[in-house]
Structures are given as C-alpha cells and as structure tokens.
C-alpha cells in the first residue's frame, strides 16, 4: 500500500460548533495547548482580542474588524495529525459555517453546561445529522453553576434529536465542582485549576473511594454521585462505537476549558471514538481514501480579496484522498481543464504557511483566478470523477437590492454575481420579470452588511436596500411544475434562481404548510441542488 495511506489514516478533521459564548475558542486553545502548538494559553488569545483571535487571521477581518470566513488549525497530538475546522457563530453565522461541516468528518458541540441547547447549536446540528457524521459533545462550564446533569441530557436529546452517552458524570459544579467520574474505569479525575488555565494541567485520576478521594468530595457528593450513576447505568444508551460512527449516539464529556479540566480526557477519548477520513460519493461512486491512489479534492469555500491591490481569491479544499505536492498539475473537472494549484497554504494556530505535501483528510487554500465554484473538484485520476455537489442552504433573511445609481447597473451586476458566485449571499429574481429586480437571500445577517460594504469598496456601486419578511426559502422538487397553476397564499412569494428554477418564500411554516395542502403533490425541499 502506497506510503502516503498511513498518513491519511493519521488524520482527523472535525468542525468544533456551538452557540457563542459557550467556550467554543478557549477550547479550541486548549487543543493547541496540549497539542504543543502554543506554549502558553492566552498567547494567541490576548484580553483585547479575547473574542476572535485564535482563528481570526485575516487581514481583512481584522481591518473590518468581522470574522466572515470560517478558519482551519492544523496540529499534532498523541500521533493524530488534527484539523480543526472553526466555524464562526452568531452576527457572523453565514453560509460558509454550513459548508464547513461539509468539510468535516466529525463534530465536536460544545454546550454551556449552564444554559443546555442553545439556538445556534440547533441550526448546524441539522446539518451534521443530514450527513450522518459523528458528533461529540463537551459541556463545558462546569466550574460555573450548572443545570441538573439529567436535564443537560435530556435537553440535548430533546431538542436534538440524537441519543447521548455520558463517557464521564460531574461531582458538583460551580464553587462545587470536584471533577468527574469516569464511567469506565470507575475512577474519579479530581479537578484542580491550572493557574486558570495558562499551563496544562495534571490528570489526576484515583480510585472511587481512595483517602485523595474522600479529602476533596464530600459524603453528600458521593451519595448523589452513586444515585446517579445507578440512574445512569440503568436509563442511558450503553456505548456504542457504530452507533457514535452513525452520528445516531453522541458521546458526552464533562468539563471546563477555561481551567484546562477535561480537555485531555476528552481529546483522547474523541480522538480513539472520532473517524479518520470518510469515503465521499461522486458521480463514479464512493471514493474512498483508504483505496483511491489518485488526489481528489473538492472546494467547499472561496475567500475573495485577500490582497486588496489584487483581486485575487483563495478557494479552500477538503482534500479525499490521494496527496497533495505545491505546484502539483490536477484536472479541474467541472472546468473540463488542467490546472497549476500554485501557493497552497495551511494554518498552523495564527499562522499561515505555504505547505509541501498535504493528504486526504488536509485542507488546503489555493490562489483562484476565478476559475472555482463551490462544490468543484479536483483530481489527479484518469477516471475524472466529480464530487457530489454540496448543497445550498436556505437563506434566512430576504432584501430587494437595487444600485443608486442607474449607469453603474453592468458594475451592480457584475459585483453582485462575483459575489454570489464566492457563495457568501444567494441571488434572486422575481419570477415574471428579468434581471431588474435582485432578490438577495442571506443566512446571517451580517451578510447584508458586507455585501453592501463590498460593492462600495471594491465594486465602487453603491445600493439600495429594502429588507423583505420572509423567512422561509423552499426549491420545489416536482420537475414538470406549473407556477401558474400553483395554489398560494396571500403572503407568499414565487420567485426564481439564476437557472431559472422557481422557489418559494414564506413569512412563516403555517404559510408552507398552507401551500403544501392546497398543492397535493407539491414537494417542497430546504436545501437546493448547486
Ligand atoms: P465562544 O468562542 O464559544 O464564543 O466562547 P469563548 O471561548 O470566547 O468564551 C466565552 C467566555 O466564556 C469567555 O469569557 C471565556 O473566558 C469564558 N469561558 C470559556 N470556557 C469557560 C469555562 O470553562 N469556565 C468559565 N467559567 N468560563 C469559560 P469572557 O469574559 O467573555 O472573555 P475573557 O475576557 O475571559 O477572554
């Protein structure tokens, strides 16, 4: 087997998710700490930056002073070669944290053990579960008060839809958390706080009832601690490694990230139960990494105007097998072409760096003429597959755009399609009329915001902008449609996408289901085909 396999086998590339504030950055840290890619915590994450600096890396952001990109850290630990792939959460929510998880073998959530589920959370979670990838869950906080542990998990499958196995069970939180009990080897690991963090701590783990034991929890603690477990042992899902495999059982770590308690006991335990690169499908069948000789990779995100005075893009990769050499010839499939993927770059904690080789499992950012679309792929194989397409997301917020300025209608255009074509806002048209009228469609909305910024500064247009209600997108499935004959409501929408596709746009479900009612038949879908 060729050489390159056993380092593909070494990889695991997971998305890390949550609503903000849970602790999702200072986790994220953590994992370079321990991964020895940062010598001290806090290093990469100064007070003043507190919010954005791990991943934030790009000039651009900084000098908007937004995180609009999702960001890839690369490290090693315990013999794993790890991607983390960051997603961005709230005002900067867009399109590209959904296609990150497209990149992404598995998901680690990360929940604040004070609040349980959060809104955020619900929305990439969806996502996950539509590809059946595994998804690993980190309460965190536990130094904080925490909600009733039954009801974190309760919530959790609830609301998630997903069954959950606690790996360990917390003594107390807050002022009295004492650690966890770890289900397994029935030991406890006694939580101490590593000078809040900065150094990595020691995993201290001792037997249930030994004299360290006792010193630090109290009797009370131990009675509750057994009452649960028993509850546990008789009520949970028992582990089950194909279940975790499915994304149907999602195993449950107990911790606090900004202490260093549970990190390491989780990144171990993730790292065994996590996958190394998954098969992909394409139009040839699956691919898998773990047979196919040749470079295959496919584009899930396309950064525009990294350099100012060039306008230059990156397109990012998730590389499914085979290797990647710097200025290595591929096939550009669904540009029918060969190309050079000439300055390829890689993250390593803040920094960027040229990379050599790469292989599957990797991303990678490539220089983009403007030759990529999302969902492209890349391949070295004669066979010349593509990669299945990924999926475009329904946009959560609506506005009738226009240019002030009537002349400037061709740059309008122009700005708006490149915009669109980067896969940062979704364009739209009214569905009688032609090109007139632009309906943009966005999933967060700081989308609008750059989008108005980006025609200004690099399209020189300036816009107009009328927010719409609606807040429901749906493709309609059914092939031989008649839109005339459709039955709608008052408050609905028919539009069409710029292949010239009807869609729908509701004000709200009771709408939808409305329609689907009055239409027997009509299928009606979330995410749209690319
Ligand atoms: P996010 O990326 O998910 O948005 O969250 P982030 O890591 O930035 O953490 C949000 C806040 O929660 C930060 O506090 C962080 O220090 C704190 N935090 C993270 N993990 C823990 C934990 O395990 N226990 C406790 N008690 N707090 C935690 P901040 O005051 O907003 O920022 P900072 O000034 O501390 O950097």
């Known amino acids: 087997m060729e050489d390159f396999i056993s380092e593909i086998k070494k990889r695991r590339t997971f998305a890390i998710i949550s609503h903000p504030d849970a602790g999702k950055t200072t986790l994220t840290e953590k ?14 994450k100064g007070k003043a930056t507190a919010r954005h600096a791990v991943s934030d890396w790009m000039e651009i952001e900084k000098e908007r002073g937004i995180s609009v990109t ?27 944290t959904y296609r990150t998880l497209m990149a992404a073998d598995s998901a680690v959530m990360v929940i604040d053990g004070s609040k349980g589920v959060e809104a955020q959370t619900r929305k990439l979670f969806k996502v996950c579960v539509m590809r059946h990838i595994p998804i690993f869950t980190f309460i965190n906080k536990m130094d904080r008060e925490a909600m009733d542990t039954f009801d974190l998990l309760d919530d959790i499958e609830k609301e998630l839809g997903i069954a959950t196995c606690p790996i360990n069970w917390p003594i107390g939180s807050g002022k009295e958390f004492r650690g966890v009990y770890d289900r397994n080897t029935k030991e406890l690991e006694l939580f101490y706080d590593t000078r809040k963090g900065t150094v990595m701590g020691e995993v201290k783990k001792v037997p249930i009832r030994s004299e360290e034991a006792t010193q630090s929890v109290t009797s009370e603690q131990y009675e509750k601690l057994e009452e649960e477990i028993e509850l546990l042992d008789g009520a949970s899902a028992e582990f089950d490694q194909e279940l975790v495999s499915q994304g149907k059982l999602s195993p449950v770590f107990f911790g606090s990230a900004l202490t260093n308690f549970g ?23 699956e691919i898998d990494p773990m047979k196919e000789t040749d470079f295959s990779a496919f584009v899930f995100k396309i950064q525009a105007n990294m350099n100012k005075a060039h306008r230059d893009r990156i397109a990012f990769m998730r590389i499914c097998s085979g290797e990647f050499q710097a200025g290595m010839d591929v096939f550009h499939v669904q540009g029918g072409k060969k190309v050079r993927l000439s300055q390829p770059q890689q993250l390593m904690a803040s920094e960027r760096k040229m990379v050599e080789t790469a292989y599957g ?12 679309s999302i969902g492209d792929t890349l391949t070295t194989s004669p066979e010349k597959f593509a990669y299945e397409g990924i999926p475009t997301f329904a946009p959560e917020h609506f506005a009738r755009v226009r240019q002030v300025d009537t002349m400037k209608r061709k740059q309008f255009i122009k700005g708006i399609s490149q915009i669109a074509q980067e896969g940062a806002i979704q364009i739209f048209q009214e569905f009688n009329t032609g090109m007139e009228e632009i309906i943009v469609g966005v999933v967060g909305v700081l989308q609008f915001d750059v989008l108005k910024y980006r025609l200004e500064n690099e399209y020189r247009v300036d816009i107009r902008m009328d927010t719409l209600p609606y807040e429901h997108i749906r493709w309609i499935e059914n092939e031989d449609i008649d839109m005339d004959r459709l039955t709608g409501t008052s408050d609905m929408k028919k539009i069409k996408d710029l292949k010239d596709r009807p869609l729908l746009l509701f004000v709200n479900d009771w709408s939808i289901r409305l329609v689907q009612e009055r239409n027997p038949g009509l299928i009606l879908s979330e995410f749209g085909r690319s």
């Open 70 to 96: 999702s960001s890839v850290l690369q490290f090693q630990y315990g013999g794993y070669c790890i991607n983390i792939l960051d997603t961005p959460g709230h005002q900067d929510f867009s399109e590209d």
């Open 263 to 285: 990190v390491e006991t989780f990144l171990e335990h993730f790292l065994k139960m996590t996958t190394p690169p998954l098969p992909r499908m394409s139009d040839k069948g």
């Open 361 to 372: 499992g990797d991303i990678i950012g490539v220089f983009d003429p403007g030759i990529f």
């Open 31 to 44: 994992f370079l700490l321990y991964g020895g890619a940062i010598a001290q915590a806090g290093s990469v």
